[in-house]
């Protein structure tokens, strides 16, 4: 397998062909706020958290969705990097209703780490207070759109790994949320196994085990990769 | 001037492009037809593209005896008397009744073949008398001619519009006639696709879609991808606000269109393309579709008889009409049954288009132009418009300005060029307060800027435009008068970028919505000082952290009007 020498932040990285920026960039041991992000799933540069400044590049790249190569200087925290990030942060924040005091997702909940990661502790843009619907006629998950980001990474892991695709995206801008189905209630969706993969990969509290009170939503956001990886490496296929 | 079919004494050449018809154009036509009819035969009646001066349509042009006359403002109800007007029957018989010195000149001259000297009549014609005062119906028509050679018509270049208005966009034949096809054929029996490329390379061509991205250079790039399939796609989305340039082309000349894709085609290797066209544009799929029948069933396309080398077929699609789609990573997204949704880039199209596959992604006025180059030679055509802004341009003029409509004209001209020779200046407004005056012309739509009125010597050149914060785009200017606020201008561009956001990612999704509050607060003067600080960090932000074009581009409103009009934005800020 080739090899790739780049440098991040000044410190120089090697990484296998092929790489996403984002992967030289944790191989240099760096942390990189990521929302819309997760390894196993196709990546979409959606949340803009990730993104990095490269030399010669006149544009900011999303580190998850681009790939690196030979010799690139990135700079992943320059101080223009880090007021936009939390200004995306703020702009989330005030787009969605997110009192985290009431959310099932409360301390377990990647919005709010990465928050703290920016060193979010209020929003300079005034809150929306859109009105948003909560549906639970699913028998063991609901889902709460107040606290959806949009990040479509349940969208992704039902269509990618478990095949059911079930979820999507409707409407636009502002407007936009994710549906099950035709527009359906999740309940009547005959297509959802019940296989519990959205809920697991779910960044806050909007998607969520039905029976779980403030506080104790605990996703296994590594399975997507491991399910990912266990097809594309065949480890079912008997011999 | 313009030759007649064979036959024929005299033609009129009604506008139904949308325009038009929007202002009664087709019952016009029609009534046209209806009137024509008991002419025997002597005078033809053709609906045609857009004629260019959209703001008084409907328009009629009269090819008669003597040159072209062109009338506007026209009702259906006028069409007995056009008809009687330019049937030469009745032509010759007012001639020799002697009811005019002047019957007999040139009507393209600016003299008046039609109607008794006006001082005569024109205080004695009563609207509506047209049954029983012919004289009057006739002086009617003759204040609504308008002047051919006045500077609208005059300074115009049309290159890429040159048959739009002329031939009836339903006819093969007329195209033909005029030398679509030619070039498609040539290419196919004298140039090898490197030989096209190289021409359309050198012509120095850019993207009229918006960026003005060399074409060459983008074709070069598709054609020496890896051996397998390609793809030709033509952006026919036209989601701009106000722009109708690509309309005019896909509804006035679809035939030329067709030539210029199938040349890229060639050029690039593809052997499928697709036209895709919003749905808010049926007359123009409607074309479209018929156009690409017609050559199809004399096999210009689905693998030209002859041309064994040459397989190519072409599909319109049909897009529901949401701005984004213009994009291209969305376009292409969408064709393939997704979506409209853009991605990031790279890889761009050319490398990974449509189902993976590199993939030609070029703009209507682009590809309507190539068969212009090839005609023309890429010298000749280099030497029209500046070095690194070649070639002629259509701009959609319209706001506060006395003749709205379309306009080609070599790139470089002067932005006063467009606006007060062409365009007429600026309309008075009677009543509104401090209107009437010219204060900004705003190009490139939705994503572009304003350019300040004493700025209108400026070339309109890629270049030139960016460095004054404005756009090129695809061709829209407005122009804006004195009795519009600054803020309230880059409002209504800011709510245009809130509803077709596409929600995927959060500058644009949120922080529009953001922008626009904002803006409410100058527009309606609560502002607080601060409030101009977080909207310029804020433009900051969106412009450099949107994942595609439509949210990059939206706060260029903005800060253009903040960067010329600062002092408007100030008072908006609400006093202690
Ligand atoms: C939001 C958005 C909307 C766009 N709309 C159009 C459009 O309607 N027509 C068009 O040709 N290009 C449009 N573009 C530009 C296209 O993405 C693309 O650059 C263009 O079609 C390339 O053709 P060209 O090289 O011939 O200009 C749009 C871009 C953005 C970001
Ligand atoms: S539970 Fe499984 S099948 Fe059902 S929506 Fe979630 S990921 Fe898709
Ligand atoms: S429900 Fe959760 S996973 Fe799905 S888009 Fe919303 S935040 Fe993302
Ligand atoms: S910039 Fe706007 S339109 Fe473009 S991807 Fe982001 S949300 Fe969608
Ligand atoms: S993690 Fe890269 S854009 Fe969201
Ligand atoms: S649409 Fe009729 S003149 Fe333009």
Redesign the interface.
């Known amino acids: 397998m080739s090899v790739i020498t780049l440098s991040i932040d000044g410190q120089p990285v090697a990484v296998p062909a092929g790489s996403s920026l984002l992967q030289a960039v944790r191989a240099a041991g760096i942390r990189l706020p990521t929302l819309c992000h997760l390894d196993g799933l196709s990546p979409v540069g959606a949340c803009r958290l990730c993104l990095v400044q490269v030399e010669g590049v006149s544009r900011l790249l999303p580190a998850c969705a681009s790939e690196a190569s030979e010799g690139l200087q990135v700079q992943t925290d320059t101080p223009e990097l880090r007021e936009y990030r939390r200004m995306a942060v703020e702009l989330f924040f005030a787009e969605g209703n997110h009192e985290c005091a009431y959310c099932v997702a409360n301390g377990d909940c990647e919005l709010q780490d990465v928050a703290v990661t920016v060193g979010m502790d209020h929003s300079r843009f005034p809150y929306r207070w859109p009105n948003r619907s909560v549906d639970a006629s699913h028998p063991l998950f609901s889902l709460d759109h107040n606290r959806c980001i949009l990040c479509t990474r349940c969208v992704r892991v039902c269509d990618e790994i478990e095949a059911a695709h079930v979820w999507d995206v409707a409407e636009r801008g502002a407007h936009c949320r994710i549906i099950a189905g035709l527009d359906q209630p999740w309940g009547e969706v005959d297509a959802c196994t019940h296989c519990g993969k959205c809920v697991d990969v779910c960044p806050t509290g909007a998607l969520f085990h039905k029976a779980d009170g403030t506080a104790e939503k605990h996703p296994d956001r590594e399975r997507a990769q491991h399910l990912r990886r266990a097809r594309d490496q065949h480890e079912w296929q008997h011999r | 001037m313009i030759a007649l079919p064979p036959g024929s004494a005299s033609q009129l050449r009604c506008c139904h492009a949308s325009g038009c018809r929007s202002a009664g154009g087709e019952a016009l036509l029609q009534a046209l037809q209806e009137a024509a009819r008991d002419t025997g035969g002597t005078l033809t009646v053709k609906g045609v593209g857009c004629l260019r001066l959209c703001g008084r349509g409907p328009l009629v042009a009269w090819d008669g005896p003597g040159g072209t006359a062109l009338f506007g403002d026209l009702r259906p109800a006028q069409a007995g008397d056009l008809v009687r007007l330019a049937s030469p029957g009745d032509h010759e018989e007012r001639r020799r009744d002697g009811q005019g010195s002047q019957a007999g000149s040139q009507p393209a001259r600016g003299s008046d073949p039609i109607v008794p000297s006006t001082d005569q009549d024109t205080g004695s014609a009563a609207p509506g008398g047209a049954e029983a005062q012919p004289e009057a119906a006739m002086a009617a028509l003759a204040s609504q001619r308008l002047d051919l050679e006045q500077p609208f018509f005059a300074l115009q270049r049309p290159l890429v519009l040159e048959h739009c208005g002329l031939i009836d966009p339903d006819s093969l034949d007329e195209a033909l006639e005029r030398g679509a096809y030619a070039q498609l054929q040539r290419c196919l029996r004298e140039l090898s696709p490197e030989q096209v490329r190289a021409e359309i390379r050198l012509s120095g061509l850019r993207g009229r879609g918006g960026a003005g991205y060399p074409t060459g250079l983008k074709w070069d790039t598709v054609a020496l991808q890896p051996e397998g399939p390609r793809y030709v796609v033509c952006n026919a989305d036209e989601g701009d606000p106000g722009a109708f340039m690509n309309r005019s082309v896909l509804e006035g000349d679809p035939h030329r269109l067709l030539e210029g894709i199938a040349i890229a085609a060639y050029a690039v290797g593809a052997e499928r393309g697709y036209i895709y066209v919003r749905a808010e544009y049926p007359l123009a799929i409607a074309r479209m579709r018929r156009a690409l029948a017609q050559a199809r069933q004399r096999g210009l396309f689905g693998g030209a008889p002859g041309t064994a080398s040459f397989q190519f077929d072409l599909e319109v699609r049909v897009g529901a009409g ?1 701005y ?1 789609c213009g994009e291209e990573t969305a376009l292409l997204a969408s064709i393939q049954g997704r ?1 409209g ?1 853009p ?2 880039r ?1 890889p761009f199209p050319a490398q990974s288009g449509l189902w993976g596959a590199p993939t030609l992604i070029n703009n209507v006025e682009t590809l309507a132009t190539v068969p212009v180059i090839l005609r023309m030679g890429s010298e000749a055509y280099a030497a029209i418009g500046t070095p690194t802004s070649p070639g002629t341009k259509v701009f959609a003029l319209s706001g506060a300005v006395r003749h709205t409509g379309l306009v080609e004209v070599p790139l470089g001209t002067a932005l006063r060029t467009i606006v007060e020779t062409i365009g007429g200046g600026s309309l008075e407004q009677p009543g509104v307060p401090g209107g009437g005056a010219l204060k900004a012309v705003q190009t490139g739509g939705p994503s572009g800027g304003c350019i300040p009125a004493d700025h209108l010597d400026t070339p309109v050149d890629y270049e030139s435009l960016r460095a004054l914060g404005a756009m090129m785009g695809s061709g829209g200017m407005v122009v804006v008068d004195t009795g519009t606020p600054m803020p309230l201008l880059a409002r209504h561009f800011m709510a245009f970028s ?17 922008l626009a ?1 904002l803006l409410d607060r100058f527009v309606e003067h609560r502002a607080e000082p601060a409030d101009l600080q ?1 909207l310029e ?2 433009c900051a ?1 969106v412009r ?4 595609c074009g439509l949210g990059q581009a939206a706060p260029s409103p903005v800060l253009s009007t903040l960067r010329w009009f600062r002092a408007e934005y100030e008072s908006g800020i609400a006093g202690p």
């Open positions: 949401a984004v979506r949704c991605r990031p790279p809130v509803s077709e956001s596409c929600g995927k990612c959060v500058p644009c999704r949120a922080g529009t919505v953001q509050a977080r960090q804020l932000m450099d952290t949107s994942l």
